[in-house]
């Protein structure tokens, strides 16, 4: 009797953890926003064919959402005089950016089908579709996430992996947010597109020599010159190959020392995790097959479901 009454609680237990991610899914708008998937992916096309950029820089909005207490949007919200948000947190102020795409998001999905769909979802379709106008992966976005009230300019500081972050901080960091090791190398080939500002990869063009290709520092080293202050701002590409292409590259770099940033070479510097950069370098289907896998995983991150938080009318402030 015992052990059935504990069973009992532990099936509670599990229903009740599990209960917020098991709450979305991938047919959650369709009734109730029919159109919601092509009013997404035609304003996120128009925006990368304008700048192709922007697609990594839609995709990287996604993971610094999700990083900071769960998949909910609260990124978005602006600071006021009474509101501290995250946008000026150190690993967005100056860094993150496609807000104004977003809002363009927002405003064709209210025009389809006004009050219904989250900013929070909205991101994780757009994150998606950005991956696929690039000539990634395709995958089933799971939705039914609500807007949060509330932002943490101080989680937000703690809880995104920095440019010069370890490997052991990575996969700590990752862990935090209940990913994998395995699921942190393959969102990390997330880096297969978009561009880096030279403060982020400074001290690695010119302190990293034993681990970094001799001619791509000093390519880098052209555009970044050595003193703080001076071309903080100036940009190279995070994969030298394909930049604007959403395929394994990365790891091809990285097995040649290419990474561009600190944080990248140290997935595949003698660690833990060289066998896995090895393997996506050799098998690109490999590679997005887990990168689907963990992106999925990532957009389950506590969201906010049923009566939780809001649907905001504007990203950009609570209702």
């Keep these: 009797m015992a052990c059935f009454k504990s069973a009992i609680v532990l099936f509670f237990l599990v229903s009740l953890v599990g209960s917020s991610s098991a709450q979305l899914t991938t047919g959650f708008y369709s009734k109730s926003c029919p159109k919601l998937y092509e009013t997404v992916k035609s304003v996120v096309n128009s925006?990368?064919?304008?700048?192709?950029?922007?697609?990594?820089?839609?995709?990287r909005l996604f993971f610094h959402d999700c990083f900071v207490n769960g998949c909910d949007g609260s990124l978005f919200l602006d600071d006021t005089s009474t509101f501290t948000g995250e946008k000026r947190a150190q690993p967005n102020f100056?860094?993150?950016?496609g807000f104004e795409v977003i809002d363009n998001i927002k405003s064709a999905v209210e025009k389809v089908c006004p009050g219904v769909v989250s900013c929070a979802d909205i991101l994780a379709v757009t994150a998606r579709d950005s991956v696929v106008i690039l000539g990634g992966p395709n995958w089933d976005v799971k939705l039914g996430r609500r807007d949060a009230r509330t932002a943490?300019?101080?989680a937000a500081n703690n809880s995104i992996p920095t440019p010069t972050s370890n490997l052991n901080r990575l996969i700590s960091s990752f862990s935090a947010v209940g990913l994998s090791t395995k699921d942190m190398v393959a969102l990390s080939g997330a880096h297969t597109i978009g561009q880096a500002r030279c403060t982020s990869f400074r001290g690695r063009i010119y302190?990293?020599?034993?681990?970094?290709d001799a001619s791509l520092a000093r390519t880098r080293q052209n555009n970044c010159?050595?003193?703080s202050g001076s071309g903080d701002n100036n940009l190279a590409p995070l994969d030298l190959q394909t930049p604007t292409r959403f395929d394994n590259h990365y790891f091809i770099n990285l097995v040649n020392k290419k990474g561009l940033l600190h944080s990248d070479q140290q997935l595949f510097n003698g660690g833990s995790v060289d066998s896995i950069v090895k393997s996506y370098s050799n098998n690109p289907?490999?590679?997005t097959s887990d990168f689907v896998t963990a992106m999925i995983k990532m957009?389950?991150?506590?969201?906010?479901?049923g009566s939780k938080g809001e649907i905001r009318k504007n990203c950009r402030?609570?209702?």
């Design 47 to 59: 925006a990368i064919q304008k700048e192709t950029r922007m697609g990594a820089s839609l995709l």
């Design 94 to 97: 100056n860094s993150a950016r």
């Design 152 to 154: 943490s300019q101080g």
């Design 207 to 212: 302190n990293e020599t034993k681990n970094m």
């Design 225 to 227: 010159p050595r003193a």
């Design 285 to 287: 289907s490999s590679f």
């Design 299 to 305: 957009g389950d991150n506590r969201p906010l479901t």
């Design 317 to 319: 402030r609570i209702n």
